[in-house]
């Protein structure tokens, strides 16, 4: 079981990211979800996206963040717009097969190893 995650970046505040995180085949019927941790804080939630597509989105990633998977090429992206400072953090892609709680990182039985993200003003 395996989830790679890529496309993090330092850019300036307003700038675009896409985030990828491609997963092995084991893992095709689960929702995939990014979640991102900042130094001295604990892991948040930022989006999730089900096997069937639907989505789930942490307050502040509304309407700045998009999130969407290509089961054909076991990715998931997540599109990151009007980026701010304080997005700032290591970003990690994680799965699980099944959760009524999607915002909760307990949930989630696998990881990949993080992207970091830098955001300046």
């Known amino acids: 079981v395996q989830l790679q995650a890529s496309g993090g970046g330092s850019v300036q505040a307003g700038e675009s990211l896409k985030l990828s995180c491609v997963w092995s085949?084991?893992?095709?019927?689960?929702?995939i979800a990014w979640f991102r941790q900042a130094p001295g804080k604990e892991r948040e939630f930022v989006a999730a996206?089900?096997?069937?597509?639907?989505?789930y989105y942490e307050d502040f990633a509304k309407g700045r963040f998009t999130i969407s998977r290509d089961n054909a090429k076991n990715t998931v992206y997540l599109q990151m717009n009007v980026l701010k400072p304080e997005d700032t953090a290591v970003y990690y892609c994680g799965a699980v097969k099944i959760t009524p709680d999607y915002w909760s990182a307990l949930e989630y039985d696998y990881w990949g190893q993080g992207t970091q993200v830098t955001v300046s003003s």
């Open positions: 085949r084991s893992l095709d019927y689960h929702a």
């Open positions: 996206i089900t096997y069937r597509g639907g989505t």
